[in-house]
């Protein structure tokens, strides 16, 4: 059976196999058709590349081809100007006291980055350094500096290609230091020569930062493989709609950025830092998929453009049969306000005697595609039937097969010399029989057990099913026949355990009306306008894992039917979050609270809540009354803020909620927590399920503090204190990591 070498192209095509109807395969008549496949495809995400190549006339001519890429999606770097004389840490910085308490001292910290300086001949020496009080990590202790040039260099590696460990190059690097750490940042700082004092002031590049901390126990000898980053945002990639956003940031939150003068009263920035970007930017109307396409520019022929190299395909399809054919689908622009007219040929070095192949259009023969600046199929019928390659074109020669040929490449002709643009390239063509065994055979593989299908296994299932509705049994030998049937068998199950799946959630759309201004999510915050497969929260993790429930039962519920079961949970972050981007958005900016009621699902369990709100697509984190967290039991707590506190307004860097632009995809309420007492089963779970009921959410009004809500816990008549009412405790957690209150066991 030959090696599947085309797995992945086959299963993405399952959309072709499922309509090979409406393509015209004219094998599909005869007993021994095989299914049409897509053989070999680019979306160009990456430019140009092997086997798509520039195609150069007999002269040497040959268009410019450039690789163009969606703004906001191109490869970012943090570019580092006005840096302060004689400062060697002019540079950015990044706060990890929790990561390095968390980690411990039993262990190697190492480095990667790529930095690149402004100035041609210039040769500076990078230092990492992570900081914390009197300690500080160096490589080699402080002894080894790497040296960059103008060119991409990547930092952090011996000669031999292994990492450099970080070790220390003053203070103490143990247990009790660690803990008594107030704070840790981590930087680089340049300096003139491999040794001595003197800083390098020049501007640079720097991208792809990596820290990561290898434990002694079980560390290899040397190494070679870059590990799981305890930085943020490594590749400045979080904050393109916002390049200035690292001179913004302050040393007390969970970002990049920048050092600042001695004089901390005056904030004077020792660098700016900027968000830079490589590559051709271009607006969404330049890509037809994805985020990459080629622009094909300064062409002196018609023949000028792209070609592909396609004889390994053609080799290992073999002799075509009768009536078996080859296809193409590649999208074609022409440039804005014109239009361009294009050919597809397929040539070999059979083509002397045998003619060019054309595809075919409902017109005649070799006549051009007439494509405008909106993006055209080149390849399919205006019935939306791919067109098969005929030699010249013409039916009556039969097809195109350039099996045997010493090469055979496809490319692009048109009638002038204009520039256009080109993306998702597919060729068709027929495929092996022992190939397609193989493909549905590892396609049932991949399968997760009847026992462990979930609604995300659809697209995977459905793929399994189309290979093997494109299989012709009868063509199969013994041996093919029996590896069929196995998997067969194993599908059905695999099917059958999935179709008794409960219905998925369905979206759920709110209506608000906010008329109700102390609470701008009613009615939809107590839970009683919900169905059980009715959703507007979101799961963290997107398979599935951890579940919320909507559960219907009145001796569960804070107040009426329903309340929200959060299990599951995994890690700190785990939870559901409520959507708010329309609340926001409708309501404007502003100072926003929150208040609900929570309890832990099993009595003795206990957590300490963490809520924050979140606006994605510009990656800021709004924190509740001063970063306040709530702990709760097995008893309904009331979470969040009464209405009398007029300060307990989500706050980041004390600013409120801004009005928001359409750099804001989403804002999600989250609500992260665990058992920060915990070090044994003993103590319960480490990450509780828990309820959720009874959520609101207001935006500041007129007479706030008087307004009387008939959710709000009574009061102690005695001592006038709201019970139950969540204990706030001190500490904050940042995005990801806890800082521990009590005792906890690592994990």
Request: charged share 25%; with cysteine.
């Amino acid at each position: 059976m030959k090696s599947l070498k085309r797995f992945l192209s086959i299963t993405l095509s399952a959309a072709l196999l499922c309509g090979s109807a409406a393509i015209r395969v004219s094998a599909a008549e005869t007993t021994d058709a095989r299914p049409t496949v897509t053989l070999l495809e680019s979306g160009f995400e990456n430019g140009l590349e092997a086997p798509f190549a520039a195609n150069e006339d007999d002269s040497g001519n040959k268009a410019t081809i450039t690789a163009i890429s969606l703004e906001g999606e191109i490869n970012p770097y943090l570019h580092l100007t006005n840096r302060t004389a004689g400062s060697p840490s002019s540079t950015v910085m990044q706060n990890v006291k929790d990561q390095l308490k968390a980690n411990g001292a039993d262990g190697k910290y190492y480095i990667s980055a790529r930095i690149k300086l402004d100035t041609v001949g210039d040769t500076a020496y990078v230092s990492p350094m992570i900081r914390a009080g009197a300690l500080q990590l160096r490589p080699f202790g402080g002894e080894k500096r790497f040296a960059v040039t103008n060119e991409w260099t990547e930092v952090g590696k011996n000669a031999d290609g292994s990492f450099v460990a970080m070790s220390v190059a003053n203070g103490t690097f143990d247990e009790a230091t660690l803990a008594g750490l107030s704070w840790g940042k981590f930087y680089f700082e340049l300096y003139a020569a491999e040794s001595g004092g003197t800083a390098y002031d020049g501007d640079f590049s720097i991208d792809d930062v990596v820290l990561w901390f290898v434990p002694n126990a079980g560390a290899p000898e040397k190494v070679t493989e870059v590990g799981e980053s305890i930085l943020s945002d490594g590749t400045f990639d979080a904050h393109l709609n916002d390049p200035d956003y690292y001179n913004t940031q302050k040393a007390g939150g969970d970002s990049w950025y920048v050092a600042t003068s001695n004089d901390a009263a005056s904030g004077t920035p020792k660098v700016t830092a900027t968000v830079e970007k490589e590559g051709n930017a271009a607006g969404e109307e330049y890509v037809h998929s994805g985020t990459g396409a080629l622009h094909i520019t300064n062409r002196t022929g018609r023949e000028h453009g792209f070609e592909v190299d396609v004889k390994s395909i053609v080799d290992r399809v073999g002799k075509l049969a009768k009536n078996e054919h080859y296809y193409i689908s590649v999208w074609v622009r022409a440039e804005e306000g014109q239009t361009i007219k294009v050919q597809s040929i397929f040539r070999d070095s059979l083509a002397g005697g045998r003619g060019n192949g054309y595809i075919l259009p409902t017109r005649p023969a070799n006549e051009y595609i007439e494509v405008t600046d909106e993006w055209t199929e080149v390849g399919i019928d205006v019935s939306g039937e791919y067109l098969p390659y005929f030699i010249n074109g013409i039916a009556d020669h039969g097809n195109f097969d350039p099996y045997g040929a010493t090469w055979a490449k496809i490319r692009l002709l048109t009638e002038d010399n204009a520039s256009f643009y080109v993306d998702d390239f597919k060729v068709l063509g027929p495929q092996p029989v022992g190939d397609a065994v193989e493909a549905f055979v590892k396609a049932v593989e991949v399968l997760p057990a009847p026992d462990a299908v979930t609604r995300s296994d659809e697209g995977a299932l459905v793929a399994a099913e189309t290979l093997y509705s494109g299989l012709n049994l009868d063509s199969l030998d013994d041996e093919q026949k029996a590896a069929v049937a196995a998997a067969k068998e194993t599908l059905d199950a695999v099917r059958a355990a999935f179709d008794a799946l409960p219905e998925p959630k369905q979206s759920f759309v709110p209506e608000y009306t906010y008329e109700n201004e102390a609470n701008l999510i009613a009615p939809y915050g107590d839970l009683e306008s919900f169905g059980p497969n009715d959703y507007i929260w979101n799961e963290e993790n997107s398979e599935g894992v951890p579940t919320y429930t909507l559960v219907t039962d009145p001796t569960a519920a804070h107040k009426g039917n329903n309340c929200l079961l959060i299990s599951g949970r995994e890690k700190l972050q785990h939870g559901a979050a409520y959507t708010l981007t329309d609340v926001i958005k409708d309501n404007g900016g502003g100072k926003y609270y929150f208040s609900c009621w929570m309890r832990t699902k099993n009595p003795g369990d206990e957590m300490d809540v963490f809520p924050l709100l979140y606006i994605g697509g510009q990656g800021k984190e709004f924190y509740i009354d001063n970063d306040t967290r709530y702990h709760i039991t097995n008893e309904w707590t009331f979470v969040g803020v009464t209405y009398d506190n007029i300060e307990g307004y989500y706050k980041s860097n004390g600013e409120a909620i801004p009005d928001l632009d359409d750099t804001a995809t989403y804002v999600a309420l989250r609500f992260y927590g665990q058992n920060e007492m915990w070090e044994s089963e003993e103590d319960g779970a480490i990450y509780p399920d828990y309820y959720i009921d009874d959520l609101k959410v207001w935006k500041y009004f007129d007479g706030q503090e008087d307004y009387v809500d008939p959710d709000m816990p009574e009061k102690n008549p005695e001592t006038g204190v709201a019970l139950p009412l969540a204990l706030p405790v001190l500490g904050a957690v940042s995005l990801g990591t806890a800082v521990l209150t009590g005792k906890r066991k690592r994990k």
